[in-house]
């Protein structure tokens, strides 16, 4: 197959950023999710928590913004918001479990139309890197996730059920990748959006869940036409 | 009133024995006590257990990866045990993939609240994060108003390695923004917290009672870091 163009990282990201409503309380998970804090809505008011225990804080520092006292969970500098609030990673995490969060955007190896996900572990390999993921995934009031649609060898990531260990069972509600935006459903994935130039065939061939379409299902929006 | 202030690093951890449980805050580099880490890696204590939220990182910089790399851990008990980029393989992999260390896996909140309950005398306590994935196997489940949870235990320790902002003489501890981190939690389950302090330490009643985050009941020791070379400071 001709390999088309795919939608890029910051275009996934933005796009589950267009879903947060003004007033949302936010986690941004490290690496690609992070991107969404580059989508600004200026008629939506967002708090970006991180696990340690910043409540409210700003875009990425500039070099001469830089507090060395002030990182997101990423460790990157950012600054804070007029309203920002710092408690300790206890209480943090007390935040997250009492369901506060709205939402939480996190990366995954694989997600299943049943609406697990897998992100910290890939066996045989020993160990793994949880994080706050089970946390978040557990009790957040909905888990977006950002992954390509395929693996570099083409094998499909949004599958039946989970081969890799689990993160949370059940709990994914929209995800988004090069190819598209997905709505996780009772009858499993539902394509809503798909990337410029591909069909809901094209998409379905690299796809092991079987998709649904969406009544409204209509081409990816990207930023400039949100 | 016992002196609570020493005067070098060096002193202050020089009892830490072989086998003591340690716990070191730090997240995304900030608040890491790196100045009592380096002078516990020049004591040589073995046999550690180490608890923290990860197992040290690839930079340069002194923290509990620079125990592990020196054979001083025996186990680590934190939220990453293995890189969250295959790229990223720190001293801690290497040798926990040869068994030369040993670890146990801590969903990152779970960890946090297992350090609250050893510093609040709490025996055990239901928690809905890992419900359903290979991390709740074998633990005591309990289904809670409709909603399936899993008993998880305090994690004591001998010693808490702390970083703080600013400190009286008492021990009454400041931190300053994303520093907090693990810091308070740490240092009130502890047996034995030391702590390394980054303003110089004011007299008991300079600092305002309601502006403390950490009461200096919980505090053994305090060091003031010198300015660099000697300290270091990021």
């Keep these: 197959m001709a390999e088309k163009p795919r939608l890029s990282r910051q275009a996934m990201c933005d796009r589950l950023a267009m879903e947060f409503q003004d007033g949302w309380i936010v986690n ?52 804070g918001v007029p309203g920002m609030a710092i408690v300790h990673h206890a209480d943090s995490f007390a935040l997250i479990r009492k369901g506060m969060l709205d939402v939480t955007v996190m990366g995954a190896y694989e997600v299943a139309e049943n ?3 897998a992100n910290w572990r890939i066996p045989p390999r020993k160990g793994g890197g949880i994080g706050g993921a089970m946390d978040l995934a557990a009790c957040a009031k909905r888990v977006f996730i950002a992954l390509e649609h395929a693996t570099r060898e083409g094998k499909p990531r949004l599958l039946k059920r989970c081969t890799l ?48 379409l969406a009544d409204d299902l209509r081409e990816f929006r990207l930023r400039a036409q949100a | 009133m016992k002196n609570k202030i020493y005067q070098t690093f060096d002193e202050a951890v020089a009892d830490v024995p072989d086998g003591s449980v340690l716990m070191s805050p730090g997240f995304g580099g900030v608040g890491l006590p790196r100045n ?3 002078a516990l890696n020049r004591q040589g204590a073995k046999n550690l257990t180490g608890i923290s939220n990860n197992a040290g990182t690839v930079d340069a910089k002194v923290d509990v990866g620079t125990l592990i790399a020196a054979g001083q851990v025996k186990k680590m008990i934190c ?45 055990a306590f239901y928690t809905p994060a890992s419900v359903g994935t290979e991390l709740a196997e074998g633990k ?18 001998d010693y808490a390695f702390i970083r703080a902002w600013k400190a009286d003489t008492f021990g009454n501890l400041q931190f300053r923004l994303a520093q907090r981190n693990f810091n308070p939690i740490m240092a009130m389950a502890a047996r034995i917290t030391i702590v390394e302090v980054e303003n110089d330490i004011v007299a008991a009643g300079e600092l305002d009672p309601d502006q403390i985050h950490v009461s200096g009941v919980y505090v053994d020791r305090l060091v003031r870091i010198p300015p660099p070379p000697d300290g270091i400071w990021d």
């Excluded at chain 1, 394509?191 to 796809?207: D, F, K, S």
């Excluded at chain 2, 949870?149 to 320790?157: G, K, T």
């Design chain 2, 79 to 123: 939220a990453f045990t293995a890189p969250t980029h295959p790229s990223q393989v720190t001293p801690f992999v290497r040798m926990y993939n040869n068994d030369e260390v040993d670890a146990e896996l801590v969903p990152q909140g779970t960890l946090a609240e297992r350090i609250r309950a050893a510093a609040s005398g709490i025996g």
């Design chain 1, 165 to 212: 260990p689990i993160t949370a069972p059940g709990v994914v509600k929209l995800v988004a990748t090069d190819l598209g935006l997905f709505a996780v459903t009772p009858q499993g994935f539902q394509l809503r959006e798909y990337a410029p130039g591909w069909t809901p065939e094209e998409i379905q061939e690299l796809t092991e869940a079987r998709l649904s």
């Design chain 2, 140 to 157: 005591e489940h309990r289904e809670i108003n409709g909603r399936t949870y899993v008993l998880e235990y305090p994690l004591h320790a």
């Design chain 1, 28 to 79: 941004l998970g490290v690496g690609m999710p992070t991107l969404c804090s580059n989508y600004v809505d200026p008629t939506k008011t967002l708090v970006f928590h991180s696990e340690n225990g910043v409540i409210g804080y700003g875009p990425l520092a500039k070099p001469d913004e830089v507090d060395r006292h002030l990182v997101n969970a990423g460790g990157q500098n950012v600054t």
């Design chain 1, 115 to 117: 609406g697990d996900f």
């Design chain 2, 36 to 38: 009592l880490l380096a």
